[in-house]
C-alpha cells in the first residue's frame, strides 16, 4: 500500500505562486512515477504535470506549462508542484498520485494510468 498525503494548498491573488507538496509512504518511491491532476467542480479530473522516477524527465500540460514545475526529492520521499502566475481558472482540487511498478521514461497522463492518489488539497486563485 502507498499513501500519498497533498498539503500547501490555500488562497491566492491571481498573479500569486504556491507550493504543493506530496509526501509517499513506502520503501520505493524512487520506483513510482509521480503525477499532479486537479480537478474544478462540475469538471473532470485533467492532468497537469508528470514526472519519472528519477525525476529526469518531466511533462507539463499546455495549459500550465511555463507557470507550473514539477519535482521530486527521493530522499525525502516528495513531490512538488511549484505553481506560479496563478490565473483564476487555475482554482481546483489538485491531487497526487503515484503509478508503483515502472521505472521507465514515459509520461503518464491518464487518470487511469496511475494507481494510488492522494486525498487532494483546495487551491483557490481570487482575481
Not at 520503501?27 to 473532470?44: C, D, L, V
Not at 519519472?52 to 508542484?81: E, H, M
Not at 483564476?88 to 497526487?96: L, M, N, R, S
Amino acid at each position: 500500500q502507498v499513501q500519498l498525503v497533498e498539503s500547501g494548498g490555500g488562497s491566492v491573488q491571481t498573479g500569486g505562486s504556491l507550493r504543493l507538496s506530496c509526501a509517499a509512504s513506502g520503501r520505493t518511491f524512487s520506483s513510482y512515477a509521480m503525477g499532479w491532476f486537479r480537478q474544478a467542480p462540475g469538471q473532470e479530473r485533467e492532468f497537469v504535470a508528470g514526472i519519472t522516477w528519477s525525476g529526469g524527465r518531466t511533462y507539463a500540460a499546455p495549459s500550465v506549462n511555463g507557470r507550473f514545475i514539477i519535482s521530486r526529492d527521493n530522499a525525502k520521499n516528495t513531490v512538488y508542484l511549484q505553481m506560479n502566475t496563478l490565473k483564476p481558472e487555475d482554482t481546483a482540487v489538485y491531487y497526487c498520485a503515484a503509478r508503483t511498478g515502472y521505472s521507465g521514461s514515459y509520461i503518464f497522463t491518464g487518470s487511469a494510468d496511475y494507481n494510488y492518489w492522494g486525498q487532494g488539497t483546495q487551491v483557490t486563485v481570487s482575481s
